[in-house]
């Protein structure tokens, strides 16, 4: 991580107005913006950053994706299919009311119970779960169906709801009788309104105005250390133009993802700094592989080219990676030859790049039977990833210089992600952000063949799917001693490379930049975390 700071001048601070480390309110201009208060509706990072501020889990993820104690104070197997988990006493909702077990087994009822979130989130965790018990009102007990070494860090993704929010009589894991549930189950609309929104985090939702602004209030009851911001109020500014536009104006106090090449221009302004992170997030392209008649593919026999590996290795080999590091995303960006940095579990110690060679791939989809191409749609966001729409552009050109007669329909990401999970492509551009399970979180979640009863294989839109690779994965993912897991990943993880069910672009390094006198040290997770926002007053 590089962070850079230059000194300022009084006239500096007299162009911005008050210190900052004066003020009790901090405005942060957002990327993409968070589609819901539901903390269940969608796994995607705008969502899951939002949560972060208004509810706790089990676990906490600190800047590099490590789990550290968050409502559990300890947890700990007691065979291979059981965890106990020890509960903190001394938490309270936003409401005032205890936290306790049964608010934990309420939560997992409702992530099974949430009809309106998008391709089922959070659920394939809790499907695995055999039975959920409570000895006393701050201990839990699980015990799962599939071995799951990694339920702490899955379970510190899941934002723990108060049981008070519905009617219920006594709360169970009983998922055939609603947990006990006498109400209704919650909906998007409800925590939108605030009137489910009552978490145990350090801020309480004051506001969700969709498309404008979201505004949070320190929350009075937070257990944790209490946060340096009084109100915070997060807008939404998908261009990278405006938003630093706004940061230079003295609108935003924070923005996320100021364009790398407006970087040379902040380091020029005293009154101005910023830092970069590497990230775990991958940036890949998915293909349509289950289907014989894919919707935006065009041959002239109505076959589907993306089921041959050669054209999709053709594909892979036609785009010119570095080139997309060095002129889109202005060195801010690693090439990718696998889908987790090299640092992370499961991951290819060095792993072989794969080489921008456009003749060799014009052979091989002659090989493949087809010399003279063929016509496909490119889908990917405009507002959601670090320069997306300028990079699916790129990924189209090279696609075309081969033979591939490439188009692209860049879109919102909240009409995006709903579509994909309809499965509605043909060729997508997405962005995973693995988690300190390393490969098994891209490998388990995308690249395995679906299956509800394991919990595996939700996010696999393109239906790739290779028996001899999910035989490898699922034993990787339930093998308790990490070293063993580990080898088991890499050669899950070779497997998919080598197959070509996806194709991995470049991993993101995050930007974030802000007023001189406030400090933030950036996330593995690139979530922009108001809490941990601190200006020279506090240091």
């Known amino acids: 991580m590089k962070t850079f700071r230059w000194a300022t001048s009084a006239a500096a601070f007299l162009l911005l107005g008050i210190s900052v480390g004066q003020a009790k309110d901090i405005t942060i201009g957002l990327a993409s913006e968070p589609t819901a208060a539901d903390p269940h509706y969608h796994d995607v990072s705008p969502n899951n950053a939002l949560a972060d501020h208004i509810f706790s889990a089990l676990g906490v993820f600190d800047e590099n994706q490590i789990v550290k104690p968050g409502l559990a104070k300890s947890w700990k197997p007691e065979n291979d299919h059981t965890w106990v988990f020890n509960l903190r006493d001394d938490v309270k909702f936003s409401d005032g009311s205890d936290f306790n077990a049964d608010d934990v087994i309420f939560t997992f009822c409702r992530v099974m119970n949430n009809e309106g979130s998008v391709n089922a989130s959070f659920s394939d965790d809790v499907r695995n779960f055999a039975s959920v018990e409570a000895p006393d009102s701050h201990t839990l007990r699980i015990t799962t169906k599939a071995v799951e070494p990694?339920?702490?860090?899955?379970?510190?993704?899941?934002?723990?709801?108060?049981?008070?929010?519905?009617?219920?009589?006594?709360?169970?894991?009983?998922l055939a009788n609603k947990c006990g549930v006498t109400g209704a189950w919650p909906g998007i609309d409800d925590f939108n309104t605030g009137k489910a929104a009552i978490g145990t985090g350090p801020f309480v939702l004051s506001k969700f105005d969709k498309g404008a602004s979201i505004t949070l209030s320190r929350n009075a009851s937070y257990f944790g250390k209490a946060p340096e911001w009084e109100h915070v109020k997060f807008v939404p500014v998908p261009a990278a133009g405006p938003r630093l536009a706004g940061l230079l104006s003295g609108d935003y106090d924070v923005i996320e993802g100021p364009a790398a090449r407006d970087i040379a221009q902040i380091k020029q302004r005293p009154e101005l700094d910023y830092t970069s992170k590497p990230s775990s997030r991958v940036i890949f392209l998915q293909m349509d592989i289950g289907r014989d008649h894919s919707p935006f593919v065009e041959t002239k026999d109505g076959s589907n080219p993306l089921q041959d590996e050669r054209v999709r290795k053709a594909m892979s080999m036609a785009i010119d990676r570095q080139a997309i590091v060095d002129r889109i995303m202005d060195g801010f960006a690693e090439p990718a030859y696998q889908f987790v940095?090299?640092?992370?579990?499961?991951?290819?110690?060095?792993?072989?790049?794969?080489?921008?060679?456009?003749?060799g791939a014009k052979k091989l989809l002659a090989e493949a039977g087809y010399p003279n191409g063929f016509g496909l749609t490119l889908h990917a966001t405009n507002d959601r990833y670090i320069n997306d729409s300028q990079v699916a552009q790129a990924v189209a050109q090279y696609l075309t210089r081969v033979g591939i007669k490439a188009k692209v329909d860049a879109m919102n990401g909240s009409i995006f992600f709903t579509r994909r999970a309809k499965r509605d492509f043909s060729f997508a551009m997405g962005g995973w952000g693995s988690t300190q399970g390393g490969a098994a979180s891209f490998l388990r979640q995308y690249v395995t063949t679906d299956n509800d009863e394991?919990?595996?294989?939700?996010?696999?839109?393109?239906?790739?799917?290779?028996?001899?690779?999910?035989?490898v994965l699922v034993q990787a993912i339930s093998t308790v001693d990490e070293t063993k897991r580990a080898e088991l990943l890499r050669q899950a993880t070779?497997?998919?490379?080598?197959?070509?069910g996806f194709i991995p672009l470049h991993f993101e390094s995050t930007l974030w930049a802000f007023r001189k006198g406030l400090h933030?040290?950036?996330?593995?997770?690139?979530?922009?975390?108001?809490?941990?926002?601190?200006?020279?007053?506090?240091?």
């Open 341 to 359: 940095p090299t640092t992370m579990s499961g991951a290819l110690a060095d792993p072989k790049p794969i080489k921008y060679d456009p003749e």
């Open 454 to 471: 394991l919990g595996i294989g939700a996010s696999n839109y393109g239906a790739w799917s290779d028996p001899a690779f999910d035989h």
């Open 494 to 500: 070779q497997m998919a490379v080598d197959k070509v």
């Open 150 to 174: 990694l339920l702490p860090e899955l379970l510190s993704e899941i934002a723990i709801l108060s049981d008070r929010i519905v009617d219920h009589g006594k709360i169970s894991f009983d």
């Open 520 to 539: 933030y040290t950036g996330r593995m997770d690139q979530y922009t975390l108001a809490f941990d926002i601190t200006s020279d007053k506090a240091n």
